[in-house]
């Protein structure tokens, strides 16, 4: 960590974390893409698309509802709890995500732009315009709205726009930020992996955290390449925040 970073966490009054799969790989959810990822040996096409749903919701579906049994067995890691405590004392920090799993949230993050949607929401494939909480067990599926139509998971699927209120809000925090911390992504997935160029056209100094490279490492200000895990409560420490890890 340099001193110029150093000096950027302790005085930047908006600093703009966004985050992708790495920064729950530690809390033991698969990232998507490499080795063990969850695209490995699964096509995504059959799974994460509108047309997969349209022609087999059931296993879409099931795919869904293993996904959030593995989000609902992992806990928050120090990552997350770092992000949250860095948010709940510096008033100017945004957090924007690409991850759908509820762990921001569950760490205590106040606020967290999810560009992707979430696991635990559900919106109906018909007009009637239902869009909720998960609150329950959802019984067979695929799982059917009152209104008789289909319910779907309410994430964004490859194909589809990001919602709208989510996108202008991330857009707005790389617009005005001084500081971007990008953290376990890997930055091939647009709009998000856009954001950190805009906001260097905006003045910002952007950080990278990752053990491994990606397109985005060549265009940063400084490139960490330590775990999510480590990286992110050392950089809270450094901008003047306590955080306890446990
Ligand atoms: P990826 O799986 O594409 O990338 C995860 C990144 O995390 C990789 O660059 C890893 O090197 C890095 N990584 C792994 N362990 C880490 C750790 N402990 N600390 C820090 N970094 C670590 O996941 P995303 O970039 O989030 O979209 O993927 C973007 C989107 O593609 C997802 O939101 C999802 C996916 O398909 C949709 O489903 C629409």
Redesign the pocket.
């Known amino acids: 960590m340099s001193g110029a970073l150093v000096e950027r966490l302790r005085a930047a009054r908006r600093i703009l974390l966004l ?5 729950s ?2 809390s033991g959810l698969a ?4 080795p063990d ?3 490995e040996g699964r096509d ?1 096409m059959s799974l ?1 698309t509108p047309e997969a749903f349209a022609e087999d919701p059931e296993t879409v579906w099931r795919f869904y509802a293993w996904r959030r049994e593995q989000a609902a067995r992992a806990e928050p890691n120090p ?1 997350h709890r770092a992000i949250a405590a860095l948010q709940q004392e510096r008033s100017g920090t945004s957090l924007v995500t ?3 799993d509820g762990l921001h949230e569950r760490a205590g993050s106040p606020e967290t732009v999810r ?2 949607g979430s696991l635990w929401r559900l919106r109906c494939t018909g007009g009637c315009g239902e869009d909720e909480d998960l609150r329950q067990d959802l019984g067979t599926l695929p799982a059917r709205c009152a209104c008789g139509e289909l319910l779907r998971p309410g ?4 194909g ?1 726009s990001l919602p709208q209120a989510a996108i202008a809000a991330a857009t707005a925090a790389a617009e005005s930020a001084e500081l971007v911390i990008v ?7 647009y709009p ?2 856009a954001l950190p160029e805009l906001a260097r056209r905006h003045g910002a100094y952007v950080v990278e ?4 490279a ?1 397109p985005l490492t060549g265009r940063v200000d400084e490139a960490l390449p ?4 480590t ?1 992110l409560p050392a950089l809270v420490r450094a901008a003047g925040v306590r955080f306890e890890e446990s």
């Open positions: 985050t992708g799969a790495g920064v790989a530690e990232t998507f893409r490499g990822g969850m695209w995504p994460a990552a690409q991850n759908v560009l992707h994430v964004v699927w490859f589809e953290a376990g992504t890997s930055s091939v997935v998000a992996a955290v990752n053990p491994e990606t330590n775990p999510a895990g990286a």
